[in-house]
């Protein structure tokens, strides 16, 4: 749902995933678009720079899906990719953050069920045709902070030695021992960004998966932890595993819609993230 001002100047987006829309509450999805509208009355233009911000979990599901699609075990193994191990091999077992955190997948979990088995339309480094009717099973994609599977076919899982962990169609990004509500958050922020969602994001590096893109629909000055006014948009530079890596606070894990990827990927359940130096590149003219 997309809410605009009569003069087109202002916009708030929110969005949410479901199986059947009995769980969907249109009324509180309209009340947040009009609050962030109020919210944009009043405009504060910043200039580019790294900011404490905290991304909502729409966001946070954009960038670790991409993550997730960059994940593949082959092409770790061959050298193409961040989880790639300098002198060969892939970053298995290595630690990607100091934060005891969980991404993981699974086909039963409760809201996000998916199919069981592989259905592979096509072959690819990450897929195949072949393995088509494999039962997939809980994943954790990272354990602690730590890197413990890529997504494998029975292929590729014998040139790795690891075990065959194919792709499974839902993303959970947890927390160990939860964490607050994103509005907490807010209201414990001395100076902050809050972000809307993110827009355009398109890789730059996949060596360090640096990614580029916008945000949209709205970005929030926050101040003594209330919203005092909406900001000029940025064009951002960030690696999502980077950003795993220096985030200082996670909120409740809660079933989102991802905005950039909602065509391809709609099964998720992420927090919402502060990352203390967001790298927001320069100042964006989109809206």
């Known amino acids: 749902m997309n809410g605009k001002s009569a003069d087109f100047a202002r916009s708030a987006w929110s969005g949410a995933a479901t199986r059947d829309f009995t769980d ?22 910043l200039p580019a720079g790294r900011y404490d911000t905290i991304l909502p979990p729409t966001a946070v599901a954009d960038l670790m899906i991409y993550l ?47 199919s069981p088995f592989v259905v592979a339309h096509a072959s690819s480094s990450e897929s195949s045709v072949f393995d088509n009717g494999f039962g997939l099973q809980p994943t954790s994609w990272i ?4 890197l413990t599977s890529l997504v494998q076919t029975r292929y590729s899982a014998g040139l790795t030695g690891l075990p065959v ?28 960004l809050l972000l809307t969602c993110l827009w355009y994001i398109r890789g ?69 993230m502060r990352v203390p130096d967001f790298n927001m590149s320069t100042v964006s003219q989109a809206s």
Request: charged share 25%; hydrophobic share 35%; proline share 5%.
């Open 24 to 45: 969907v509450d249109l009324s509180a999805m309209h009340a947040d678009i009009g609050q962030r509208l109020d919210w944009a009355q009043r405009r504060v233009d």
């Open 68 to 114: 997730y699609w960059s994940a593949g075990a082959r092409d770790a193994h061959d050298g193409r990719t961040v989880f790639s191990k300098p002198g060969g091999g892939s970053r298995v077992g290595e630690p990607l953050t100091s934060s005891d955190l969980t991404l993981r997948s699974d086909p039963n979990y409760r809201h996000l069920q998916c």
């Open 143 to 146: 354990e602690s902070g730590r």
């Open 165 to 192: 962990t194919p792709a499974i169609d839902n993303l959970v990004l947890e927390h160990a021992g939860g964490g607050p509500s994103m509005e907490e958050m807010v209201r414990s922020s001395k100076h902050s």
């Open 204 to 272: 730059v590096d996949p060596q360090t998966l640096l990614l580029t893109g916008l945000t949209r629909d709205g970005i929030y000055l926050v101040e003594d932890g209330e919203v005092v006014g909406a900001v000029n948009n940025f064009r951002f530079n960030e690696s999502p595993v980077d950003v795993l890596a220096r985030a200082s606070e996670f909120g409740e894990t809660v079933r989102c819609l991802p905005r950039e990827w909602c065509d391809y990927f709609t099964r998720t359940a992420m927090p919402a």
